[in-house]
């Protein structure tokens, strides 16, 4: 390892590897030094027993035109080359007590629109109105995104204003001021359109509805995909991309301090190798793949305060335990018939019932379970099985507060506990599961904060809660106080794969123009 680089990138998460590698391929030399055994923080897979478990990715977008921020990052990295897309059939199914039969919804929205209006027949005008709401602000988004010169802007002038007011119009509204004004008291319906709730947030009075309009519209208009092999592939290809290019990737190495000289300026940083072994590397840009407190504790005290005030009164994001399973037998054997299958408890009745779901894993379990969202990997040529069955995993969201005080011994008999109570929901749903269970992994909100380092084990970045002026949405900026340090992670603005890499590209833009 050399004494100097031009960037240095602290953590490898898709933001940190992002924005490493688009300044390798521009030919700058990179250094990314990763404190864990592996590269990638969630976006990784993990081996037990002979099996390849996914940390976190249920499916993504597929990086094409209009407002995906993934396309101009693959086609600047030729990404394309070295990632396999695994298209999911449907979106998800939805299983619920309260609704009756399962129902099924498709992708793209006219097929969803049908789908819902077959359930719901005296909804069917309000279901036409929100989808299209859905469809006209991802158009606006993607125009937003688009660079067009003034003619371009004159000539389609007409074309815009229904856009422009599907943004403008709910800039700062919630979820549920949407959904209320859309379909009033119909609580099955709403239940129904944010059954998928948890891998946003868990209260609709607070998830920002254009946050959940672009995610949710992204998928139900384009469909899902899986990342063939794991997201690690993807984390693969970007470190791939700085060492071909000279750059150096390590792991085992804890940055603990950001050098700055006396203007302030960040110039390198300091990191562990080991208990006692300490190194110093320097570059004029520094780019933290790290929530910002995790980042302030690394610089000197007196530039803490300047470089934490952006991010004040911002809460992080939700954060979510998982399951993840090794079966004998493939998972459709069972009954399972979809990829993604949502399972709503008979106790919630409304989406404002979510909040309830999070504090259920504090304690042992009871007679209310969480609502769940199972992902049948054998549904698909997900590329995680090379002999036997496809692994199976459930989630719902979490907080660090249910687990962060039990020791060690009590930590590891909640687990246990709710493993065992978890797996008897999905052999209640499909019989023979419980049989099929050959081992079962649980990680919590409390492994998401040790793995990730990040507070509350929130796994999004910052919470899409609505803005608090108009035409402002949360902020997004790379920049920091400290001239050299850029933020380059889902911190940067959205959460997810999509919104990391926007952000490592953001920051990737901004230091370039300082080189």
Known sequence: MKS????????????????????????????VLEKNPGFGGAASTFERGGHRFEVSLHETTLPGSGADPKAAVFRALDLDAHITFVPIETFQEIRSPVLGAPLTLPHGLDAVEAALAARFPDRREAIHRFLKQIGRSQEALAVFAEKHGGHWWL???????????????????????????????DELLKLVLTANLPYYGDDPDRLWWLAYAIAQGGFLSGGGYYIKGGSGKLTEAL??????????????????HVLTDEAGRATGVRFQTGADDVAEVSAPVIFANAAPQAVAQMLDEPLRDDFLAPYAGRDPSISLFSVQYALSRPASDLGVTSYSTVLLPGWMQTPDDFRAAAPLLGAAPGDRLPPLIAVDYGQIDSGLAEDGPAPFSVTGVDRLENWEDLSETAYAARKSEWIGALTQRLDAEWPGFAAAVTSAEMMTARSMRDVLGTPGGAVHGFAPEPPSKLLSGPPSTVRSSVPGLWIASAWSGFGGFTGAMSGGAMAARAALRRL
């Open 4 to 31: 100097h680089y031009d960037a240095i990138v602290i953590g490898s998460g898709l933001g940190g590897l992002t924005a490493g590698a688009l300044l390798a391929r521009a030919g700058h030399e990179v250094l």
């Open 155 to 185: 000539g389609h002038a007409a074309d815009l204003p229904l856009d422009l007011w599907a943004l403008v119009r709910d800039m700062r509204a919630s979820l549920s001021e949407v959904l209320e004004r859309y379909f009033g008291k």
């Open 239 to 256: 470190v791939e991309v700085i060492r071909d290019a000279g750059g150096e990737a390590l792991t085992g190495r804890r940055v603990t």
